[in-house]
C-alpha cells in the first residue's frame, strides 16, 4: 500500500492519459493514482479501465456525470481518497497533459516528508523554475495574476495558481471542503490561502512547466474572471 495518491482530473484526454499513467507507474517511489474524468467523450475513461487490468489497485477510476469544474474535481478526489485509506498521507494534484513533470512528484513529496512542508507547491516564479513554450501574454497573465495575488492576500506563495501540489493529509481534514467556494483556476488561489490561513507551512519547490503538445486547453475567460473576483473575495472575506 502506497502512502501517496495522485489525483488527476481527465476530459477529452485520451492522447495523454495512457502515457501518464505508465510514467507515473515507472517512477522510483510507488505512488497510487486516482482519475477523475468529467464524463469525456473521447474514451479517455475506457482507456483508463484497460490500465486497470494491468495495474490492479494501484489505478483508480472515479466517473462522473459531466463537466463540474477542475476545483470539484479535486474536492471529490480528496474526499475519496481520505475514505478509501488512512495509508494515503500525501495527496497530489497533477495536470493530464504532461505540462506537470511526473518526475517531480518525488521532489513534491520529499517537501512534505523530510522538508517540513505541509503544503508543497511545484513553482514555476521561485529560483530555479520556468515556464517553457508559451507566448508572451500567457505568460504575462500568470506571472502577473500571481504578483496580483500577494499583493491583495498578503500570502507569501510566489505562485499562488500553480496546479501542481501535495497537501499532507493533515491539512486537508483541516479544510471544511463545504466552505470552498471557486471551482476553476481560483480554487487554486482559495486552497493555499485557506491552509495558509490555517497556519499549515507552504514550501515552493522549483518546477518547469512546458505547456502542453496534445489535447486542447481548459483555459476560457471565465476561469480568468472567476480568479481576478475571488482574490478580492478571499481578502475581505
Not at 58 to 81: C, E, M, N, P
Not at 126 to 148: C, H, M, Q
Not at 156 to 169: L, W
Amino acid at each position: 500500500m502506497s502512502d501517496s495518491l495522485v489525483i488527476i482530473p481527465t476530459y477529452n484526454e485520451k492522447e495523454n492519459i495512457a502515457k501518464m499513467i505508465d510514467t507515473v507507474f515507472s517512477l522510483p517511489y510507488p505512488f497510487h493514482l486516482l482519475i477523475v474524468d468529467d464524463g469525456s467523450p473521447d474514451g479517455t475513461a475506457e482507456i483508463v479501465k484497460e490500465k486497470q487490468q494491468e495495474y490492479g489497485d494501484s489505478l483508480h477510476l472515479l466517473q462522473r456525470a459531466g463537466k463540474l469544474g477542475l476545483g470539484t474535481a479535486y474536492l471529490d478526489g480528496f474526499r475519496w481518497g481520505m475514505k478509501k485509506s488512512a495509508a494515503y498521507v500525501y495527496f497530489f494534484e497533477m495536470d493530464a497533459d504532461f505540462s506537470h513533470n511526473p518526475q517531480d512528484l518525488v521532489r513534491l513529496r520529499d517537501a512534505c516528508a523530510t522538508g517540513g512542508g505541509d503544503v508543497a507547491v511545484g513553482s514555476r516564479y521561485t529560483k530555479g523554475g520556468g515556464v517553457e513554450n508559451w507566448p508572451f501574454d500567457r505568460r504575462f497573465l500568470s506571472y502577473g495574476a500571481s504578483i496580483y495575488v500577494r499583493l491583495i492576500t498578503w500570502m507569501p506563495v510566489k505562485d499562488s495558481t500553480a496546479g501542481f501540489m501535495c497537501y499532507t493529509r493533515p491539512v486537508l481534514e483541516a479544510i471544511d471542503f463545504d466552505a470552498i467556494r471557486f471551482i476553476g483556476y481560483a480554487f487554486q488561489i482559495e486552497m493555499k490561502h485557506t491552509a495558509w490561513k490555517l497556519g499549515f507551512k507552504i514550501v515552493e519547490v522549483p518546477i518547469i512547466f512546458t505547456d502542453r503538445v496534445l489535447g486542447a486547453s481548459k483555459m476560457h475567460g471565465s476561469i480568468v474572471k472567476e480568479a481576478v473576483l475571488g482574490v478580492l473575495n478571499l481578502r475581505f472575506r
